[in-house]
């Protein structure tokens, strides 16, 4: 793989990030819950990441904040907007998923 300068990497990987937020942002439909038991990881989980990225910078960034960066909009909002109740099957499906990470050790 071609080296690439460091700053230009930072650019190309945020424009990656802003891509993603987009897509979920077109996507609502895609609950968090069912991005948690297919991948392991929701938007809030996108909110905790860049706290702890900001952190890195020693930049403030508080979990409102960075969910409201995620989701477009107060994370209240969003919710009251666009977050469905969990079926049964979607609670029993990330059950499963949650046994067996704890059975492998991944916490």
């Known amino acids: 793989m071609k080296a690439l300068d460091p700053q230009v ?4 990987e945020a424009a990656a990030f802003r891509r993603l937020l987009q897509h979920l942002d077109n996507n609502k439909d895609v609950q968090n ?24 910078q020693d930049v ?3 979990y409102d904040e960075a969910r409201e960066i ?5 994370y209240e909002e969003w919710k009251d907007l666009y977050q469905q109740p969990a079926t ?3 609670l029993k499906a990330f059950a499963e998923r949650e046994a067996a990470r704890k059975a492998r050790g991944d916490h």
């Open 70 to 74: 995620v989701y477009g909009m107060p």
């Open 9 to 12: 990497q930072t650019e190309i």
């Open 88 to 90: 049964e099957a979607q």
């Open 33 to 56: 819950i069912d991005l948690m038991i297919l991948a392991d990881f929701c938007r809030n989980c996108l909110a905790k990441w860049l706290m702890a990225a900001a952190e890195d």
């Open 60 to 62: 403030e960034l508080n």
